[in-house]
């Protein structure tokens, strides 16, 4: 995610605004403000919080912190080696098998991840990282992605249901690794027994350990997971929710969000489970062009006049502003156009109609987000 000055990071002015809205919660979003503390003082100003602390964040924020406290706990993930010195880090490398993963270990909005399928480019990436601080060097795992969230609230678990994203930019799963251009929910990879073995394996033993390490946590905590052969494996935690596996996920939801949050806040007793729709809903993320690396912004977006049914198909904005009374791209993902619908082939032909109805120039987006599951239906 970018540092965007607009983000409420100022702890102190987001804690004057939400006294003087009189709010009964606040709901941390993104990682940035989590990540420099803003729960903190929103809770010890005396306001219900849903987002952890700054000290939990570092799940999130530090992958280095995150590698540690799983290992620490037995939480499944890849193996690795945490370098802050290019000697021991080339050692180390030197040893590992091909493809191997190297990572920069502070928030770098997947854009810190290289996956080396060479020596040489396993240590461009090394070098390139090492110059902005430690590095992480992991196992490559071989598998299936999915994304678990769940609601963590004092050692309570509740999971929604499970999504998977596409990170790369491109159809095929090719091109640079993006924060996500599509996701859909729910996925044949999570099913009933494979969500209980993450609940029982990754979920619960987190939520015990964070209370162990006196690390207490109100928030969403999401599982990005390898699904091995060996079972789930944890590639990272967000202290939020994903963007944009949420897009799905609410459009599925028909429990009370407000309701549950403020429950989680509080430290009161969580329900049992969350109850969702049954149909499966879909997210054709449309990106600026030059998305990831150097989106251009500031065009016009046409063909958002239409209305929808908002129950089944809805329009997220993500990166956009209004600018001379018209509407303009202002981020590098600019909109989630989201349908809910009782198939995947059927998800996927209304959100691709939607999506060809809107357009500014150099408009990027995959045609192929949900293949996984077509390809298994
Ligand atoms: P991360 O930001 O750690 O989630 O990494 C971004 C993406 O890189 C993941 O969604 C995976 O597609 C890929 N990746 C990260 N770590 C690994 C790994 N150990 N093995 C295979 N792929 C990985
Ligand atoms: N879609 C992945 C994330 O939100 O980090």
Redesign the pocket.
Known sequence: MSQSPSLPLDAAVVVAAAHAEGVSLVVLGPEAPLVAGVSDALRRSGLAVFGPNAAAARLEGS?AFAKEFMERHGIPT?AYGRFTEIKAAHAFLARQPLPI?I?ADGLAA?K??V?AESQEEAEEALTRFLAWGPVVI????RGE?GSFIAIIADGQVLPLAGSQDH?RLADGDQGP?TGGMGAYSPTPILDIAMSERVRREVMLPMARALQAEGLPYRGFLYA?L?ITESGPKV??FNCRLGDPETQPLLMRLDSDLFLTLLAAARGDALPPELQWKKELALCVVLAAPGYPDAPQLGQTIRGLERSLDGATAKVFHAGTRVQDGALVTAGGRVLGVTVLAPSISAAQAQAYALAQQIHWPGMQLRHDIGWRARARS
């Open positions: 992958k890849a993963v990572k997947g810190g991840v996956i992991e196992e490559f795992l992605e990170k690794n990005g390898m590639l990272e």
